[in-house]
């Protein structure tokens, strides 16, 4: 810091012209002293006995708020799902209950599988006008839906989500994302 605060110094203290030679004699060593006072004063080490400077205390967090989202799972963000082992899971569960021998037409697999969503979709809403809206909603988008499943979802998974749709214990994406990493062939 001496390094940088004599030179800073220096540069400030500009030469002035002599008014009388008395005034300069009697006036610089005053100066010399003032100049070497503040650089002894900038350029000192604190004692050793000083304590140090106060740290800053952490900030304390705000109390958390509740959640508010649809999902009620208290996992966190550090704990999500084994999807994999999940569906592991999902599939020792379900090939018991998948029919035998399998069924080999996507088309009519696929068409099942929209049929138990649209029945468990019109079961699970009470309310007739919103019911009439999703039935309705359901019923657009199925020849793309039907499309989809055809090309990207197997027989036994679109099989899986139509037995688990009967349950009534999951909806349809989580099932279907299920279902497909069950039974990907």
Known sequence: MCAIVAPM????????PPIAAMHRTSLAPHRLSALALA???????PPADSAAPPQP????????????????????????????????????????????PTPTDRRAA????????????????????????????LEATRADD??????????RAASCVELRLQDRDAELPWLLDQCTRAFPD
Do not use: W
């Open 9 to 16: 110094r220096a540069a400030q203290v500009l030469p002035r």
């Open 39 to 45: 650089l002894l004063t900038a350029c000192a080490t």
């Open 57 to 100: 205390q952490p900030a304390q967090p705000a109390p958390a708020l509740p959640t508010r989202t649809a999902n009620t799972d208290t996992r966190g963000a550090g704990m999500q799902p084994d999807y994999a082992g999940e569906a592991a899971t999902l599939r020792e569960h379900m090939l018991a209950r998948l029919p035998t």
């Open 110 to 137: 696929c068409s099942r599988m929209l049929d138990a969503a649209a029945a468990f979709y019109g079961a699970i809403e009470a309310a007739p006008d919103p019911r009439s809206k999703l039935l309705a909603d």
């Open 146 to 155: 039907q499309t989809r499943c055809e090309r990207e979802t197997s027989v």
